[in-house]
């Protein structure tokens, strides 16, 4: 049999992405890279906190 058709191979080979999916994995890394900063931001304002103590 081949790969394609043992599990999910048929959807993972595929190249084509709706427009919808698209939007929507784009949002997810944005919305990642906005707690990734927010995150960053905390730390910053702890370290500067320490600092100034």
Same mark, same amino acid.
Request: aromatic residues 2%; charged residues 25%.
């Given at each position: 049999?081949?790969? &394609?058709? !043992?599990?999910?191979?048929?959807? !993972?080979?595929? $190249?084509?992405?709706?427009?919808?999916?698209? !939007?929507?994995?784009?949002?997810?890394?944005?919305e &990642?890279?906005? =707690?990734? $900063?927010?995150?960053?931001?905390? /730390?910053?304002?702890? /370290? &500067?906190? /320490? =600092?100034? =103590?």
């Open positions: 049999m081949s790969k &394609k058709l !043992e599990l999910n191979g048929l959807w !993972e080979s595929s $190249r084509m992405m709706l427009p919808q999916h698209k !939007e929507s994995a784009i949002k997810g890394q944005k &990642k890279q906005l =707690i990734q $900063r927010q995150a960053l931001d905390i /730390v910053l304002q702890d /370290v &500067k906190t /320490v =600092i100034l =103590i």
